[in-house]
């Protein structure tokens, strides 16, 4: 009987012991929207890391102190609304496009001095 006893005693301590151990999985459907916005992450990541391996890209992140590597991984990190918003601004930069504003607000600023009377720039033409 105390056999008996000790078997069931460390029975019920062995399976104690293993309860917080116990392995579950919970199973889901994943919506196809949740797969195209994965892929659709993954090609994001894809051309902001092509962008970063360019040679002029590279070169100027070298200046600026920052390694490609991490900038990989900060760009991993980035939630989506943020790889999105990056990705748009790497697509919609256009070269010189800064210079035309530059020129057409110093030409503002030209005419605006010229119609108050400060200067006397168009009256030689």
């Known amino acids: 009987m105390l056999a008996a006893n000790r078997a069931i005693i460390y029975l019920v301590s062995v399976a104690i012991l293993t309860l917080g151990f116990a392995q579950f999985s ?3 459907v994943v919506s196809s929207s949740e797969v195209i916005n994965a892929e659709m992450r993954g090609e994001r990541i894809s051309r ?3 962008f970063i391996a360019r040679a002029d890209v590279a070169e100027q992140l070298q200046r600026f102190g920052v390694s490609t590597d991490l ?3 900060r760009v991993q990190n ?4 943020e ?3 990056l990705v748009d601004g790497i697509e919609n930069q256009v070269a010189g496009s800064d210079a035309l504003g530059v020129i057409g607000a ?3 600023v030209l005419m605006i001095l010229e119609l108050v ?3 006397d720039i168009f009256k030689s033409f």
């Open 78 to 81: 980035m939630s989506d609304a």
């Open 83 to 85: 790889l999105l918003e």
């Open 71 to 73: 900038v990989a991984q």
């Open 48 to 50: 902001v890391e092509a």
């Open 106 to 108: 110093v030409f503002l």
């Open 117 to 119: 009377g400060v200067t």
């Open 26 to 28: 919970v199973a889901g």
